[in-house]
């Protein structure tokens, strides 16, 4: 059937199209072959890359290209003892000509193949790679069947060196489908084809679509009517009239994500609450509004972290101070909301531009990275000192500058700060929020991201513009002094956390170098401190912020990633999808966490929850495996799989029992919850 009508769709095409069926002179569709690296080791699975760059107004074939197109095609030359896998295809796009379905590439787009290579093979080996690969490339009129010539000279290398195409790599990776992991259903009856995906009710999906890679299940051309049935997505169009024993396709989930499936016939439950998939791809106002509301939340219950509490509560005092000037209250708050805002809109928007680079990169990015973690460590032993009385600095004290109208720029800065402190924290709301402004237009996810930096900047903005509040303040007296201190021993406190963190990140070398830098800023404040008795000015601090300068640039960045528990209480293995999937074919129930070490809700969670004797027990019991995901370095195949659950970040919390697809858990947990989790 699809060659006649691939056939009928060429001859439509000869009827419209001219007579030259190529660009004079150049490929329609420009080949490109790539090796992540050019000196593999033996014994390795080494991926290749086919970089697809077609001319503007061509296009490239899927898997399935649908009605009309031809499947691409690779013959091999290769050295004896290399196997090479499959072409492994990103998420295509859906495109209609004549009446016919066509699965395909408009774009620049990347096939990937694995190759393994035999073991022994001895260092220096030459690896001469030869193809000849087959592909068709079409305009809406014309289709030419193109051929390319692959030719790579690749040279046996050492084991574990680093490969130069890694980021490039990741890049690629991150637009193929990712599996689900649970088997769907499908029925056809009525002329209808029905399918279900398993899948969690609270798990984003944008503008969802099921590619069919298994032929003659259903008609291609007809429209997909998509919905939700709590924790099943299904999905209802024509049949195409053929018995077949199985479906196999990829079902999209958002822009340039999806997951390939296998379904088996049985059982499909009703349609739900349908999905408006144009609504969804253009970021639909329910969506966007939801989102916003999450952040607007999250923000706000930011403000009781202990590392945001302080600077929130002085910059309050400083209000109360200022009494009933009412111009330089509101001017500040809306100083300090815009350095919250603006804050939280450059992270976000460098978020959105590392993402659409490619990086799977998640909110609190930039904390892993060793030498942010110093610099916000500076940040706070400096916050802490002065907060200690060790020094003056008026912008961040709220002392008689902030009580004059003059208080706008500190408080700018104080808002600025207080949203960058803030970064390692999430909370309740905050997850799901930043996970839809992930898959949202960037105007909408920046929104999103604003309303974050809103919901921290709320209390502050109220207390400004309404006077009753600030009455309920206590008054200004020699109490503040005396609070301010006891306010620097949770700021002291999260010095302390960043020091440990920076110890797991960069080692016992670069926690030594970050608090030298800390121990040199704080000598370099106490003299500026004991000048200031004088009135004496910063100069002595100069020499000091240059020794933490250096310690920021002498930080170790590429040391070993922090390892997971593996021998912890619950006996928890390293994450793998790999491994993930064997556990669950051996029929054990499978509970897989993913934290890092500068999350606090993680790690209050593994002091509370996790780390505790009947929940060992209860685990044990019911031979429970664990597997726990170390996302304190980024590791970017923990954040495609966040990114398939929906999430930008840690924490996250499954629960897969046996046969049945994973259980999303809260990001807060309780002993409680988690015993009762095998029975």
């Known amino acids: 059937m699809r060659a006649f009508l691939f056939a009928l769709s060429l001859f439509w095409i000869g009827l419209t199209a001219p007579a030259v069926a190529q660009l004079p002179g150049q490929k329609a569709v420009a080949v490109e072959l790539l090796a992540e690296t050019n000196a593999p080791a033996a014994g390795e699975t080494l991926t290749l890359a086919l970089r697809m760059t077609p001319q503007p107004g061509w296009h490239g074939y899927w898997k399935n290209p649908g009605d009309a197109g031809v499947e691409s095609r690779i013959d091999w030359t290769l050295p004896a003892g290399v196997a090479p896998g499959p072409i492994q295809y990103p998420v295509p796009q859906t495109l209609i000509i004549a009446g016919l379905m066509n699965y395909v590439y408009e774009g620049p787009y990347v096939q990937l193949v694995e190759l393994k290579l035999p073991a022994g093979l001895a260092t220096g080996t030459k690896l001469p790679l030869r193809g000849k690969y087959d592909f068709l490339a079409c305009t809406d009129e014309i289709c030419v069947p193109q051929s390319a010539e692959l030719a790579l000279d690749l040279t046996v290398g050492a084991p574990g060196a680093p490969r130069a195409r890694q980021a490039d790599f990741d890049r690629y990776r991150q637009a193929l489908p990712k599996p ?38 259903l008609a291609y ?40 499936l296998t379904a088996r016939s049985g059982a499909v439950p009703a349609a739900g609450a349908a999905l408006a998939t144009g609504e969804a791809a253009s970021g639909g106002s ?21 590392c945001v509490f302080p600077i929130l509560s002085l910059k309050a005092l400083s209000l109360a101070k200022a009494g009933g000037d009412e111009r330089a209250a509101r001017r500040e708050a809306l100083a300090y909301t815009a350095g919250v805002v603006l804050v939280c809109l450059a992270l976000g928007g460098l978020l959105l531009a590392l993402r659409a680079g490619g990086a799977t990169a998640g909110w609190a990015f930039q904390l892993q990275d060793p030498r942010v973690i110093l610099l916000l460590l500076l940040l706070v032993t400096a916050i802490s000192l002065n907060l200690a009385g060790l020094f003056e600095l008026p912008q961040i004290a709220g002392g008689e500058r902030l009580a004059r109208s003059g208080g706008a720029s500190g408080a700018f800065w104080t808002g600025a700060l207080a949203a960058f402190v803030a970064t390692p924290c999430t909370g309740p709301f905050m997850g799901a929020a930043l996970a839809a402004a992930l898959v949202l237009p960037t105007a909408a996810a920046l929104a999103v991201f604003a309303g974050l930096g809103l919901g921290l900047a709320l209390p502050f903005l109220l207390l400004g513009f309404v006077p009753a509040l600030r009455r309920m303040l206590p008054k200004p007296g020699a109490w503040m002094a005396r609070l301010r201190r006891i306010l620097s021993v949770p700021m002291f406190l999260t010095a302390l956390g960043l020091a440990w963190i920076l110890g797991r990140q960069s080692g016992v070398d670069g926690m030594a170098i970050g608090l030298a830098g800390a121990l040199a800023l704080a000598l370099g404040l106490w003299w500026v401190g004991r000048r200031q008795e004088n009135g004496l000015g910063w100069l002595p601090l100069a020499p000091a912020a240059l020794a933490a300068m250096a310690a920021i640039l002498l930080v170790p960045t590429a040391s070993a990633p922090a390892e997971a528990k593996a021998k912890d209480m619950l006996g928890a293995e390293p994450f793998s999808e790999a491994r993930l999937a064997t556990l669950q074919s051996e029929g054990r129930p499978v509970f897989v966490y993913f934290t890092a070490d500068w999350c606090v809700t993680c790690k209050v969670n593994e ?65 409680g919850m988690l015993t009762a989790l095998p029975s």
């Open 286 to 306: 329910t969506t966007i509004l939801a989102a916003l509301g999450g952040a607007l939340i999250g923000g706000l219950l930011l403000n009781i972290m202990p």
């Open 607 to 671: 002091k509370t929850a996790l780390e505790r004797s009947d929940v060992a027990d209860a685990f044990a019991a019911r031979k429970v495996a664990v597997l726990v995901g170390d996302w304190t370095r980024g590791d970017a195949a923990i954040g495609r799989f966040l990114e398939a659950h929906g999430r930008s970040g840690v924490p996250l919390y499954l629960y897969y029992a046996p046969g049945r697809p994973a259980r999303v858990l809260p990001q807060v947990l309780t002993t």
């Open 180 to 217: 689900l992991g649970s088997e769907a259903k499908f029925e056809t009856a009525n002329g209808r084809f029905r399918l279900a995906v398993p899948l969690p009710a609270d798990m984003a999906v944008a503008d969802p679509y099921f590619f069919p890679i298994t032929d003659g299940a």
């Open 221 to 260: 051309a007809a429209p997909q009517a998509v919905s939700r049935n709590g924790d099943m997505l299904i999905v209802e169009t024509d049949a195409a009239g053929q018995t077949v024993p199985l479906v196999e396709g990829v079902l999209k989930i958002g822009p340039n994500q999806g997951l390939t």
